[in-house]
């Protein structure tokens, strides 16, 4: 029983690790560790590019330095926060359950998707010199 209790427990543990990464490292260390396969392979930002460093300073409270890293970033950072609020409390409270509308899941998804290739399609833009040169 016990068992069971400490694997409910690890995505909340999870996701407070990634949250709270923001306290302990910076976005210039991040800087020195290639993350991403697409940049490194293609030379070019891929969609996610800079989510890592937009957690990182939303763990501080920077929400437009956030948006800046990548403008879906602030959401999907919010979103896996009200998971782990959601873990944690169902963790003490195993048959508590979060409702919201499917609309609002549809919307609230359908907004990060945008930001997400909406902020790519600008970078790769500004970065169109690469290419065409």
């Not at 068992?3 to 923001?22: C, E, M």
Request: aromatic share 22%.
């Amino acid at each position: 029983m016990l068992w069971k209790r400490i694997i409910a427990f690890s995505p909340f543990l999870f996701l407070l690790i990634i949250l709270t990464a923001g306290w302990w490292l910076t976005p210039q260390a991040v800087n020195e560790i290639p993350l991403c396969f697409w940049k490194w392979k293609f030379h070019v930002d891929c969609p996610g590019c800079g989510l890592t460093r937009s957690f990182l300073v939303m763990a501080k409270g920077q929400l437009f330095e956030a948006f800046r890293y990548n403008a879906a970033g602030p959401l999907v950072y919010f979103f896996f926060l009200v998971y782990a609020v959601e873990n944690g409390i169902r963790w003490v409270k195993p048959a508590w359950r979060l409702d919201y509308p499917v609309l609002f899941a549809q919307v609230y998804g359908m907004s990060v998707f945008i930001l997400l290739f909406g902020h790519w399609v600008i970078r790769v833009w500004h970065q169109k010199d690469l290419f065409f040169g």
